[in-house]
């Protein structure tokens, strides 16, 4: 027969009320867990947008403002390892920006004057050799027309690499942190059956099935976690703020460029569905020999 | 209704708690299980309540052979039965009502119906005034009362007591045994374990009598005239 709810979620509370201590303590520390990687993530999708990505141009050349663009386009296209020329005017450069950090755009709109000069993007073949951006970068400096031209292979490729570090050691800690969950919410519940072991064992002899003497124990666990979860991401958004605050009092040339916005849903619903399974996983665990 | 056939329980290897064990108790009887201390009296009684399997031997319960029982059904076959311990095993955090009510709490049945029929039984055992108490608001006479209440609230036809009256004064364990009486009129088989001679003497009921884990034969049973207990009409005491 099928358990009723009410008496689970009875039994669930007043587990969670006879030992206090240990359920804060656990849902304290599944929510210090899933912060802390939480935070990493917060920071690697920001510095994402700064991330080049695959489509991300080997050299950028900026022009004059009175340079023949398409002369410059031409004579770059003579570069046999040249994949692809996109020129990009003042305006669209700007749009762009806009695109990528709404929160700036509104400020951009107050300059009189465009803000970003034209450019051309340079796209070499799978084919050429490691450096030919640097080097397409060095000779177009000579052409008439162009102001500068930097290579953004090598920032690109460190920048990637710095993220994927980021992303790693945010895997790696709350991975770790999250294990230190499932133990801590392990030790709660068996802190908690300790508490209860007497009860329990009247429930037996009084012919309570084994589902009957756990769900109450797997219901509680589960709702520290999602507890801790919800407590992780209110800390989480109340970080974000905090930063978008001192930023906004005090900007930061680089900070205030890529601190711009919060997880998306995917992100907030992880953080209390983790927080959920790690509280159910370490009940089970606890709850398993016994 | 009960039948034990050649039951041996052993802890460990040199410990006979019980040794080829044989014996019938019919539906609806009365009877008692005494001995000396160490006896199996407790071993006994947890082995038809399925706490513990025997070591080797057959226990029919209503026809179950409840020593082979799966883990699974165990719990099922325990609602069958009643039992009443000697220290009362009752939870302190729940009210009486809610002990009373546990396992029809757990399968869902509607809490008026709980009521009323934890309100039954509690009457039946002079404790309907008492439902939202907790127990350790209550004396040891009536948390034993809440105890039997419990046991006899899924109305079962097996049930068991072990020194039910062990931790109570001559007044209240009569009061108690006159209980298990009452429950046996209406139809229910009673096995009491105790050591209380003199309440055995004066119930005149079928004794079964253990001595190191064997069973002797049974010259304490006695045909006494039926006592003014027995006789009389229940009446709840408050």
Known sequence: MPLKARYVVGEAWSIARTGARQTALAVGLIALSLYVPGLFALVSKNLGKLSAGPDAPAAVITLESSADRLAVARRLAEDHRILEIRIVPSEAALSRFRRAYPDLGAALARLQEAPFPPSIEIRTRSSAASGSGRAIAAASRSIPGVESAESEEET??????????????????????????????????????????????????????????????????????????????????????????????????????????????????????????????????????? | MIQLFRVSKEYGRFRHALDDVTCTIERGEFVFLTGPSGAGKSTFLKLLFREQPPTSGQILVNGRNIGVLPASQVPYFRRTVGVVFQDFKLITRKSVFENIAFVQNVLGLPRAEQKRRAYQVLKRVGLHHQMNAYPDELSGGEQQRVAIARAIVNEPTLLLADEPTGNLDPVLSEEIMRLFLEINIRGTTVLVATHDFEMIRRMGKRVLSLDRGRLRDEPLRREIAPSAIREAPFLPMG
Not at chain 1, 240 to 246: A, E, K, N, V
Not at chain 1, 268 to 289: H, Y
């Open chain 1, 156 to 290: 690109g490729r460190r920048f990637t690499d710095a993220l994927r570090i980021v992303r790693g050691a945010g895997l790696v800690l709350g991975g770790v942190l999250v294990l230190a969950a499932i133990l801590s919410v392990a030790s709660a519940i068996r802190l908690a059956l300790d508490l209860h072991r007497e009860e329990i064992e009247i429930m037996r002899l009084m012919g309570a099935t084994e589902t009957a003497v756990r769900a109450p124990f797997w219901l509680n666990a589960t709702a520290e976690g999602l507890l801790g979860g919800a407590i992780a991401l209110g800390l989480l958004y109340g970080t974000y703020r905090l930063g978008l605050t001192l930023l906004a009092r005090s900007p930061h040339p680089v900070l205030s460029v890529f601190w711009t916005s919060f997880l998306d849903w995917r992100g907030i619903a992880l953080v209390p569905i983790f927080g959920a399974g790690a509280g159910l996983l370490g009940s089970v665990m606890s709850l398993g020999r016994r």
